[in-house]
């Protein structure tokens, strides 16, 4: 059975300061889909902890503390709403929390990637998101599209696929261009690319485009695809991950 790393961004779990349930339930029932059919193992990295955390508690989110505090407050509520969804479809969550040292250290990402391997063996889903609360330089310039990178090339997955708040990559801007066009496969990450500025669109989102360029640079340099398709309406994500059938979206896949 093949591996996916599944990423989905604050930009498509939050609206107006909230969690988005609705599109939160969405994605638990297409992850719950690919699991029992037996498609995919799949590993979820989950952004949405400083939004969840915000709900209860109003701070500043400019100030570093407040997002970490908010982090703490969010990550077991966000942990709460996809285990009373998952247990719907009896599928049981495991929640891990990394940063970047989990991966420059040997012994550290072998340990991750044993645990890793033992829910995946037992068919738990497994619940990443980035230790907000003391990776400070990560919580700062961090974002979860090099988290979920890292995790699909240590632990040994076949693709990443990102569910985002556009429905894929374009030649330029989407929201300035009425004549941007959607780039259907994407072989190379070219310099010019990652200059593009893309900001994020929401308050509570770290990444955008160029966040999403490294990751698949860094992937396509280890031969590994990645799948960039919109987290809002499923239909483009259901067609290729369920049905091997191309409807739009990226791919970012290095040629043989």
Excluded: W
């Amino acid at each position: 059975m093949k591996r996916l790393v599944l990423k989905v961004g604050s930009a498509v779990l939050t609206e107006n300061g909230k969690l988005a349930f609705e599109r939160l339930s969405n994605l638990v029932d297409l992850i719950a889909k690919l699991k029992n059919e037996k498609k995919y193992e799949v590993i979820l990295v989950s952004s949405g902890a400083v939004a969840a955390g915000f709900t209860s508690l109003q701070l500043d989110k400019k100030h570093i503390a407040n997002r970490q505090a908010l982090a703490s407050i969010g990550q077991p509520l966000l942990m709460k709403h996809y285990k009373t969804r998952f247990k719907e479809y009896d599928i049981i969550c495991a929640q891990m929390l990394l940063i970047a040292d989990d991966f420059d250290s040997r012994k550290r990402t072998a340990y991750a990637k044993g645990a890793i391997e033992i829910l995946l063996a037992n068919n738990i889903l497994p619940i990443i998101n980035e230790n907000d609360v003391t990776a400070t330089d990560e919580l700062l310039f961090g974002d979860n599209d090099q988290l979920a990178a890292h995790v699909t090339y240590h632990f040994k997955a076949d693709m990443l696929a990102i569910l985002t708040d556009i429905d894929g990559y374009y030649n330029k801007n989407p929201h300035q261009f009425d004549d941007a066009v959607i780039q259907k496969e994407v072989n190379e990450i070219l310099p010019d690319m990652l200059d593009m500025k893309h900001t994020p669109n929401t308050e509570f989102a770290t990444g955008g485009i160029a966040t999403k360029l490294k990751a698949a640079d860094f992937l396509l340099k280890n031969d590994i695809p990645m799948f960039l398709t919109s987290g809002f309406d499923l239909e483009n994500a259901y067609a290729y991950l369920l049905n091997d059938s191309y409807k739009s979206g990226t791919i970012f896949k290095a040629k043989k």
